[in-house]
T-cell receptor, first 114, second 113 residues
Framework: DQQVKQNSPSLSVQEGRISILNCDYTNSMFDYFLWYKKYPAEGPTFLISISSIKDKNEDGRFTVFLNKSAKHLSLHIVPSQPGDSAVYFCAANAGGTSYGKLTFGQGTILTVHP | GAVVSQHPSWVICKSGTSVKIECRSLDFQATTMFWYRQFPKQSLMLMATSNEGSKATYEQGVEKDKFLINHASLTLSTLTVTSAHPEDSSFYIC?????????FGEGSWLTVV
């Protein structure tokens, strides 16, 4: 049972445009959501997170939106840069559990073309 | 910044043998570490929570006798895949908790032939 889903395996965007990566979840116990970026041969690195008490969190070019009623979150990257090309993972944490207990989506490969 | 290192990055072993993967927090102490596994085209799946000085907590469906976890110090957790079989071939990755921040290792590719 996939509790966190990233339905788009890949996304291709032109440099300077907006990249929108989507994530859906099914478990109502999730109350903290994170986005990670992963380059080949490296571990995932933290990008941005959002608590369920918020619907938006912004950090520079990265903004995460949370729609709790739809159990959907999205990551917006504006403007997209070639260096953003990587695999992006959405992850969720359930309240009352350790921060490190994460449920991941399958990942979306983002390619930003110059 | 904080770094978590895994070793080896790649390992090939024969079916029936055991293989050990190390996860080290290089510049901080981690009382809690986590082990994940990722099969091709699937998501990272949590296998177990490794607690320093105590037994690991395994997720449902993960065989504790097959995947031995030892967290003997505040900077080292090891995962031993015992009696490995080809279906154990996967990408294994650890993470370490520092406060409310999680740092991941680089991952280890295991191929069982």
């Amino acid at each position: 049972d996939q509790q966190v889903k990233q339905n788009s395996p890949s996304l291709s965007v032109q440099e300077g445009r907006i990249s929108i990566l989507n994530c859906d979840y099914t478990n109502s116990m999730f109350d903290y959501f994170l986005w990670y970026k992963k380059y080949p041969a490296e571990g995932p690195t933290f990008l941005i997170s959002i608590s369920s008490i918020k619907d938006k969190n912004e950090d520079g070019r990265f903004t995460v939106f949370l729609n709790k009623s739809a159990k959907h979150l999205s990551l917006h990257i504006v403007p997209s840069q070639p260096g953003d090309s990587a695999v992006y993972f959405c992850a969720a944490n359930a309240g009352g559990t350790s921060y490190g207990k994460l449920t991941f989506g399958q990942g979306t490969i983002l390619t930003v073309h110059p | 910044g904080a770094v978590v290192s895994q070793h080896p990055s790649w390992v090939i072993c024969k079916s029936g043998t055991s293989v050990k993967i190390e996860c080290r927090s290089l510049d901080f102490q981690a009382t809690t570490m986590f082990w994940y596994r990722q099969f091709p085209k699937q998501s990272l799946m949590l296998m177990a929570t490794s607690n320093e000085g105590s037994k690991a907590t395994y997720e449902q469906g993960v065989e504790k006798d097959k995947f031995l976890i030892n967290h003997a110090s505040l900077t080292l957790s090891t995962l031993t895949v015992t009696s490995a079989h080809p279906e154990d071939s996967s990408f294994y990755i650890c993470s370490a908790e520092q406060g409310n921040t999680i740092y991941f290792g680089e991952g280890s590719w295991l191929t069982v032939v």
